[in-house]
């Protein structure tokens, strides 16, 4: 299944969506009862004024010896029926339903009583029309009929004057609901950015204190979550740091009877078994010891009362004592250049730090080589280097060898690669940075590791 929201699932999305639409659903809405208002407002006032030139004419048709006739002048006939915008006709019947005068193809009148009059809408020429008849005392039916458009252009204006200005309201309010939304968000979008820029193994509880209302149950749910997550990480620790431990004397105790096995007269064959039991034994020794250093390291991030001022020349001071047999024995000349140093550190984590980089050092370097170790400090930083005229490590493996049991490919030895992910895990401890680089430039390793500098006097 895909992590990716599904469209919609977007809470902005889905607000906008509704505010957007009830905006729009109220301005049709409106726009339609202007309409129907409209229409109705102007048909009343159009039908009443057409229905002026009806009676005129009705007062003027007079029977003349028997025969029908309208008794006005025909330029006073064109000027009742005469307007600017539409074509305007009429039409006189008998009251035997014959066309007496006027224009033939008005619609028939419906039905109607003596006196009584009406409108209707009709088609003329093939155009709509709207028509007012009357049927007169004496029986004869006068009708004028009107095309609709100033009708329309007047309903079409009244439209405008309504819909302009709320399309406008509606715009600004969309505009402000964008805003207002975006605006509301904010607070989830810091707590992405908060939980974005942790530290991977950082499970400290966020800080519900200035959360809105919304998000303080979700904050306050997240943090039992990680505070769980928090006891479960110390559980697996103290289990990793007391199994280590546990195995540490068992291993100690077969390596040594393995040693003064092999101190005894022994035929070929099965010192050479011996001697391979000896070797499988030192490395899980050394696997043991380094998960018990990654254990210790790993430790609740919240031990800050470990820390106290130490000055890194002490600790590669007795580095330099510990490890100078093993540069003999590897026939590497092993060199300190040490100055004053000072962090607020934990004691018993920076020895392993400085021990895995120097068996790095010692290990990986050929024989013949040279090893470095520098302490010394500078304005804000106090730093350890250990540099080494060994393979180097290629660019591109710089940031992987710091993961646990990574080792570049084709490495000699049996290492576990777990030595830089415990002088990763120290470095962080103490806000330091741990950088890995080529010495000066020119092939062999560079492994320097900087902290804050105490500037207190206690060292
Ligand atoms: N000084 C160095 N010179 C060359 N390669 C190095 C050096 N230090 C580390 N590496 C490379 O980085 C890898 C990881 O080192 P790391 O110390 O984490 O593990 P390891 O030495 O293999 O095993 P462990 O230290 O746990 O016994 C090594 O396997 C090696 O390939
Ligand atoms: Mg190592």
Partial sequence: MSDEPRWGSSIRTRLLIFIISSLLLMVAGGALVTYWVALHTVTDAYDRSLLDPVFDIADNVRIEAGTPRVDLPSKALDALVYDKVDKVMFQIRSPDNKIIDGAVDLPPPPPMSAGEHMFFDGAYGGEPIRVAALRTATGFVVQVGETLHKRNRLVAEFLVAELVPSLLIALAAIALAWFGVAHGLKPLE????????????????????????????????????????????????????????????????????????????????????????????????????????????????????????????????????????????????????????????????????????????????????????????????????????????????????????????????????????????????HAGVLEIASRNGSGGTRVRVSFPRSNSAEV
């Fill in 190 to 429: 810091s707590l992405r950015s908060e939980l974005l820029g942790r530290a991977p193994r950082d499970l400290r509880p966020l800080s519900a204190a200035s959360a809105s209302v919304e998000i303080a149950p979700l904050l306050r749910a997240f943090n039992e979550l990680l505070a769980r997550l928090r006891d479960a990480n110390t559980m697996q620790q103290r289990f990793l740091a007391n199994a280590a431990h546990q195995l540490r004397t068992p291993l100690a105790g077969l390596q040594m009877h393995l040693e003064l096995l092999l101190r005894r007269e022994l035929g070929d064959d099965v010192r050479a078994e011996i001697e391979r039991m000896h070797t499988a034994t030192v490395r899980a020794s050394r696997l043991a010891n380094q998960l018990l250093a990654l254990a210790k390291a790993e430790g609740p991030a919240d031990r800050r009362s470990d820390l106290r001022v130490v000055d890194l020349k002490s600790f590669a001071d007795s580095a330099a004592r510990d490890w100078a047999p093993r540069a003999l024995a590897r026939k590497i000349d092993l060199g300190f250049s040490l100055e004053h140093a000072p962090i607020h550190g934990d004691p018993l984590l920076l020895p392993e730090l400085i021990d895995n980089l120097i068996d790095n050092a010692l290990r990986y370097t050929p024989s013949g080589g040279a090893v470095t170790v520098n302490t010394g400090s500078e304005t804000t930083t106090s730093y350890l280097t250990v540099e080494d005229t060994g393979p180097g490590i290629p660019a591109g493996e710089r940031n992987r060898v710091r993961e646990r049991f990574y080792r570049v490919a084709g490495t000699p030895g049996d290492g576990s690669g777990l030595g830089l992910a415990i002088a990763q895990e120290v470095v962080d401890r």
